[in-house]
């Protein structure tokens, strides 16, 4: 996969998600999107870490079906298994290899100060695990493993990236160059999304709320409830204010939906009165994704072809990861079977 007009190779870049919760709208503007712009023009991995989705308790025969579900939604969105490597990364066994020897050069110290550690140690006080605690470990691994170029991170992740790029650089001065160490990509485009119940919050893929966030694979009558209970404000036209998040947000939804710039939006629908207006950016959401959802369940029906998929991302994944694992194990100086 070389860049032939200019005969470089192209970047890497690698990103994962967890398999918990839903695959809301707002991931799809924020993230997926933009992945399907990067597919074309970097050597892209996208990683299904249901290692790292551990960490908490998952029923088993629901994890399972979600794990599945998550891998035939990013299909469905568009990620190309002919351009973009995608796989689960349970079944590279390199990521928990490589986990281990990177846990040698990490310190306690280093992984009790994460914020995201401290935050869910008090969040699942009867399950704090190592995994909590070795989980920015697992993620070095995950882009590690692959000679990352640029990890596209949102802000609560830039602190397990920074750990990442300082366990490679330990490494590379112990030894000598063997990682590449990974920037930060902070995508241009891609809107953040707001709560539909709280408009001054995120848009969470683990609300407890079911109406303050929408699934990518939702049906339509949920989702136009949904955008008819969105909470707004106690005005009647809709305009571009910074006091008035929860029509910004909406504004924002459709302006990703069509095209439009949310000025434009604003304009067409100033004086009809927020029902018509919330009723227009549900449709637009539900006309959007209609195709995304009939693809999802068509994929949900061919599981053979999902598991080939899933195979064929794991093969190639696993060529990559096996050759930064040969490397290593010479550096550190473990015995090599011949
Ligand atoms: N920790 C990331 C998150 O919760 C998920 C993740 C795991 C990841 N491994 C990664 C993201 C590697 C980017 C690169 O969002």
């Not at 920074?162 to 490679?168: K, L, S, V, Y």
């Not at 069509?258 to 919330?278: C, V, W």
Request: proline share 4%; hydrophobic share 40%; charged share 25%.
């Amino acid at each position: 996969m070389e860049d032939l007009v200019n005969n470089i190779p192209k970047k890497v870049v690698y990103s994962g998600i967890q398999p918990t919760g839903i695959i809301t709208i707002g991931n799809y503007i924020g993230a997926i999107d933009n992945w399907l712009k990067l597919q074309e023009d970097y050597n892209s991995l996208f990683s299904i870490v249901d290692l790292h989705a551990l960490t908490v308790r998952q029923n088993p025969a629901e994890y399972r079906q979600r794990a599945l579900s998550f891998f035939a939604q990013y299909l469905a969105a568009g990620i190309d298994p002919n351009k973009a490597i995608i796989y689960f990364q349970s079944h590279v066994k390199e990521h928990a290899e490589l986990c281990w020897i990177l846990n040698c050069f990490t310190y306690v110290g280093e992984m009790t100060r994460m914020t995201q550690f401290k935050d869910k140690s008090k969040k699942n006080e009867d399950n704090i695990n190592m995994g909590l605690l070795d989980y920015p470990v697992l993620m070095a691994a995950d882009i590690l493993l692959y000679q990352t170029d640029l990890v596209p991170v949102g802000v609560d992740q830039k602190q397990h990236l920074e750990i990442a790029r300082d366990i490679a650089i330990r490494f590379n001065n112990l030894y000598s160059p063997t990682f590449k160490v990974p920037e930060g990509y902070i995508p241009k485009q891609g809107a953040k999304i707001f709560s539909l119940q709280d408009p001054t919050g995120k848009m969470s893929k683990s609300d407890p709320d079911p109406n303050a966030s929408v699934a990518i694979i939702e049906d339509p009558d949920s989702i136009m409830r949904k955008f008819k209970r969105a909470v707004t404000d106690c005005e009647t036209t809709v305009e571009i204010r910074e006091d008035k998040p929860g029509i910004l947000n909406l504004l924002t939804i459709m302006s990703a939906m069509t095209g439009q710039t949310i000025e434009s939006l604003a304009d067409e629908y100033r004086d009809g009165g927020y029902a018509k207006f919330k009723q227009a950016v549900g449709e637009s959401v539900v006309e959007k994704f209609r195709p995304l959802r009939e693809e999802y369940n068509r994929l949900m029906q061919d599981k053979g072809y999902l598991m080939q998929v899933a195979k064929d991302g794991a093969e190639k994944a696993s060529r990559i990861a096996y050759r930064t694992m040969q490397k290593v194990k010479r550096k550190i100086g473990l015995v090599e079977l011949k």
